[in-house]
């Protein structure tokens, strides 16, 4: 079946430090994937997407290309600042009726 | 834009006692879900509805039941509350299309089971 493996937390960098979290699918279709993100006490709200194979997805800085050919969707950032520090998701659909997430990955940024 | 409006943000209830959760989308989405967060355990999925009128079970859905009211609502009953319950849900909406659409979260209950 389908799945999302990322990579264990939690994560502790300082500000400015480069980010990134590794993120690894099973799928029978043709996934979209996206990562999301959740600040304390909210909800998960979405990060940014990808639909097909070699799309880049950004947002606020952050980056994930979409590698069909190692399965991979790995969150990236050049420079992480404090108001970063979150959960991050990463998670599929090829549906559109059922999503699959990773476990999260905490992130905490220090001054 | 409300977007997923979830009711209550919080609840303390006594083991045996029953609930419904409450949520409501206003995104005109067919398909909701609900998935409770447990530390450790990421995101699991109690139940979805792909169609009002429909509706699935998820990877854990023993001690719960869902009503689809109608494509706006839907929600999540605990019958006898047990404290293995203790988690924090979230009601998510989405729109299937060619181009599968995200899922939109609402902002939570946090239930404990006393």
């Known amino acids: 079946g389908d799945s999302v493996t990322q990579m264990e937390g939690p994560v502790t960098l300082s500000e400015e430090a480069f980010l990134t979290i590794n993120c690894t699918y099973t799928?029978?279709?043709?996934?979209?994937l996206f990562w999301y993100v959740q600040y304390p006490g909210e909800g998960l709200q979405l990060l940014l997407k990808a639909t097909k194979a070699d799309d880049k997805g950004s947002n606020k800085g952050f980056e994930a290309t979409y590698r069909k050919e190692t399965t991979s969707f790995h969150l990236e950032k050049g420079s992480v600042q404090v108001s970063d520090s979150a959960v991050y998701f990463c998670a599929l659909t090829t549906t559109g009726n059922q999503f699959y997430f990773g476990t999260g990955t905490s992130l905490t940024v220090i001054p | 834009n409300a977007g997923v409006t979830q009711t209550p943000k919080f609840q303390v209830l006594k083991t045996g006692q029953s609930m419904t959760l409450q949520c409501a989308q206003d995104m005109n989405h067919n398909s909701m879900y609900w998935y409770r967060q447990d530390p450790g355990m990421g995101l699991r999925l109690i139940y979805y509805s792909a169609s009002e009128g429909t509706t699935d079970k998820g990877e854990v859905p023993n001690g719960y039941n869902v009503s689809r009211l109608n494509k706006r609502e839907f929600s999540l009953r605990l019958e006898s509350a047990a404290p293995s319950q203790t988690s924090v849900y979230f009601c998510?909406?989405?729109?299937?299309?060619?181009?599968?659409?995200?899922?939109?979260f609402g902002q939570g209950t946090r239930l404990t089971v006393v």
């Open positions: 799928a029978t279709g043709y996934p979209s």
């Open positions: 998510a909406s989405s729109q299937p299309g060619r181009l599968n659409t995200e899922a939109f």
